[in-house]
């Protein structure tokens, strides 16, 4: 017996040792996942199908950053479904914790000694997941599991603190790859309290941003969650509507499982006077949406161009009507919070809520016409900048720096600059430069900022306008408020216009990713159809892909000389990535491209069969590889016919030969017959031009070019009697006749012999290839 009373004893005290210890910890679970922290907040067990912290890492749930030191918790006090949590310098941060079935959450209840932080951090929370990496989005997943953290509204940051203001010039840090595997992380910013620093990437310096209420730290607020990977978006999906953050549709479906978001659309400049003839050409396409590129002539107040719109506002109401009748949305462009110089916010009376940097005073009273004027502080005056333009009371004033030595006085002045009126000012008077851009426009404050959002979204409630691209969406940086700036926009924005919009954006953030429809990157200014910015855009569909958002190719310009093989090799790569894409064309360019029609077809067969989805993985993988050439052909409505291309390859190097004797290439290729010769050649390589190209063909018919070929550029012939000549960006230039009616293939062995002359000492070298018809498949719905 007294035995058993010992072990009884011992068992006892064993109880009360362990107790500290095991009550030391807190686990807060979801239906996926289990978090686990120590008493100090320590995060001690990431647990979902498996365990998923990384060891030897320290890290905690909140940390915050008070001057330079960034502080962990002391302790941490729990109470029910809150906990208080105690750092250095008397700082203590409630927090409320959510457990809520499939994820959980934490928001700052209250903050003592708030004046004290300057940005809380959220984790970060090291996960051993290294395969695919949302670093936007901020979900991890290993093809079975995924484990994800978001924001709970604009003012809580997802990402690293890159920059004081919360700008960040990377593609997102949400998720980030560490040696360990990854890591979620988040913060939010005291904007609460007037601020001193260097904003958008440290690209402006000592700007003033005032305290700001909507970026208290109080509210501040995250998610984690952990599920398989499948059902990543039902979940994100259930946060967006538990915790009330933005949840748009595109017809009444939730955006991120919308057939409708990366569909096709068409940029294009549509007027009162011509909306008919574009809504037929948009039409005979097949597009659901109409893009105006550039309808306003101001960008803050956003009125409309007079001689596209004389009836204002109506008349692009009566365009959105007439569109919206057949099915068509109308969007239009414009760059966020941008400002141009001859809006009202500027001109003839500047508004105070213009942002603001290297604000000083003026060291002498100024009369109305004084040209000279001197500062009490330089700093920053010799910085220089797009418009240069200061702001003292309601005048604005240009000026190209400021002496080294004190006295400090302006140079080059000129007074009431954009039509603002020259005044007199009092010594000490405060004085300022204006944030601007190279596009040549200013920047609204945070609250000034507010006044746009109202002005655009009544312009988008007035007319009926559903779609529009942030563009420069980064502007938010303007603000001072870095990524809060743009979020804080678009969602406002938003919120504020009473339908739908289905909206794109420059910039893809964490915040901002939940009313976001589509990013539509790639532009089509700086090559030919199928050159320009090719690699990024391909390289893009990935990064849109491990960041749950549909995937798009970017902008494409058709020109009256885009030809339907150029289209279609396009649209090859738009059904393999399953990619919507932008074109941009006008009226006059559309009417005057002989295969407008046939490019119309192609773009509504492709179109069908991606929607469809009739392609097989395998399929998938060769129309993304830009190496292959396709055409696609509806035979009926359940059967579609997918036409490979073949490629024989040839080379012409500028060799020496005999006298006499020709430097040629002769070209060998099979043929089923019946199809026009079409071929390809360019000068390939750094010098030189390459002329006098001579083209035999089965002995039956010469092509000659007369047309000299700088590095890198090409000539394609597709049949008939002419040869398109395009630049070294792929971009069309020129058109060559020829002598013949038109060269069709024989059925078995087809013979080019290619003959040229290369200038002296060229390295460049004669390449191309010649096109046939190679396999084709049926494939039936």
């Known amino acids: 017996m007294k035995k058993i009373a010992d072990i009884r004893v011992f068992l006892m005290l064993l109880i009360l040792f362990l107790t500290p210890a095991l009550t030391a910890q807190k686990t807060v679970s979801t239906n996926g996942l289990s978090v686990t922290f120590d008493k100090k907040l320590k995060i001690v067990s990431l647990k979902g199908d498996k365990e998923y912290l990384p060891p030897d890492t320290e890290s905690y749930l909140l940390r915050v950053k008070s001057g330079e030191s960034v502080l962990s918790p002391k302790s941490a006090r729990w109470k029910g479904n809150e906990v208080r949590i105690l750092f250095e ?31 809380l951090f959220y984790g970060p929370f090291p996960v051993s997941i290294s395969e695919t990496i949302g670093e936007v989005v901020g979900v991890v997943r290993n093809g079975d599991y995924a484990i994800g953290i978001q924001s709970l509204n604009a003012k809580t940051t997802g990402g690293k603190l890159v920059n004081p203001d919360g700008s960040d010039p990377s593609r997102g840090t949400t998720a980030s790859k560490e040696e360990y595997g990854s890591a979620l992380q988040a913060y939010c910013i005291n904007r609460n309290k007037d601020r001193v620093y260097n904003i958008w990437n440290n690209s402006i310096p000592d700007a003033y941003v005032p305290a700001n209420r909507d970026g208290a730290l109080k509210g501040s607020a995250i998610a984690l969650f952990g599920t398989t990977e499948d059902k990543v978006l039902d979940v994100i999906e259930k946060i967006e509507l538990g915790e009330g953050i933005p949840h748009p549709t595109l017809n009444d479906v939730w955006v991120k499982k919308s057939p409708d978001a990366n569909k096709p659309y068409l ?13 037929e050409y948009t039409k005979k396409l097949g597009y659901n949406t109409i893009y105006h590129a550039h309808p306003f002539k101001n960008w803050g107040h956003f009125e409309l161009i007079d001689r596209q719109f004389p009836h204002g506002y109506s008349g692009m109401k009566k365009c959105v009507d007439k ?56 700093k920053d005056y010799d910085y220089k900048n797009t418009n240069q333009t200061i702001m003292i009371g309601e ?50 404050d945070f609250q000034m900022q507010k006044d746009m959002i109202l002005y655009l ?31 804080y926009f678009s969602e406002e924005f938003l919120k504020e216009v009473e339908h739908e919009v289905r909206n794109g954006s420059s910039r893809l953030k964490h915040y901002y990713w939940h009313n976001n429809s589509y990013i539509n990157w790639g532009e089509p200014w700086y090559g030919g159809f199928t050159k320009s910015q090719g690699h990024a855009r391909y390289k893009n569909q990935a990064f849109l892909k491990r960041n749950y958002t549909p995937n798009m190719l970017g902008w494409f310009l058709l020109t009256s000389h885009t030809t339907l093989q150029e289209f279609e090799f396009m649209l090859a790569r738009s059904a393999g990535y399953d990619a919507g894409y932008a074109l941009f064309s006008n009226l006059k360019d559309m009417q005057h491209n002989p295969e407008f029609d046939d490019i119309a077809l192609a773009v509504r067969t492709w179109e069908e069969a991606r929607l469809k989805k009739i392609f097989t993985p395998g399929q998938r993988e060769e129309l993304k590889n830009v190496n292959n050439e396709f055409s696609l052909r509806k035979k009926d409505d359940k059967t579609f016919e997918l036409q490979y291309y073949n490629k024989r390859k040839f080379e012409l190097e500028n060799i020496m030969v005999q006298p006499g004797q020709p430097n040629d290439v002769t070209v060998d290729f099979d043929s089923k017959g019946g199809e026009p010769l079409y071929f390809v050649i360019g000068a390939v390589g750094e010098e030189g031009t390459i002329d006098e190209i001579t083209i035999e063909f089965n002995s039956v018919g010469t092509i000659i070019v007369d047309k000299v070929l700088k590095p890198n550029w090409q000539i394609t012939y597709r049949g008939g009697n002419e040869v398109l000549v395009y630049d070294d960006k792929g971009r069309f230039k020129t058109k060559v006749k020829l002598d013949i009616d038109g060269l069709i293939l024989s059925e078995g062995t087809n013979t080019l012999r290619i003959s040229a002359q290369f200038s002296d000492g060229a390295d460049v070298v004669l390449s191309g290839y010649v096109r046939t018809k190679g396999k084709s498949e049926i494939i039936k719905l």
Not at 328 to 336: A, D, E, P, Q, S
Not at 457 to 481: C, K, R
């Open 89 to 119: 310098k008397g700082i203590e941060v409630t927090m409320a914790v959510g457990s809520k079935g499939d994820y959980m959450t934490f928001t700052v209840q209250e903050v003592k000694n708030e004046s004290l932080v300057d940005v």
């Open 267 to 279: 940029i294009t400049t549509f007027t009162e006077e011509n909306i008919d003839e574009i809504i």
């Open 323 to 378: 569109a919206t009748a057949e099915g068509i949305r109308v969007g239009v462009h414009t760059l966020t919070n941008f400002i141009t110089t001859n809006d009202p916010f500027v001109t003839p009376v500047p508004d105070e809520g213009l942002m603001k940097f290297a604000v000083t005073k003026l060291a002498k009273p100024l009369s109305e016409t004084d040209k000279d004027i001197f500062i009490e502080d330089p």
């Open 395 to 444: 005048e604005l004033i240009k000026f190209r720096g400021v002496t080294k030595e004190a006295p400090y006085k302006l140079l080059n002045v000129k007074r009431g600059a954009y039509n603002t009126k020259a005044s007199a000012h009092k010594e000490g008077e405060k004085v300022a430069r204006l944030v601007d851009h190279a596009y040549k426009v200013f920047f609204p």
């Open 457 to 487: 979204s009544n312009f988008f409630n007035e007319t009926g306008v559903g779609q529009m691209d942030f563009d420069g969406h980064e502007g938010g940086y303007g603000t001072g408020e870095g990524d809060f700036g743009m979020d």
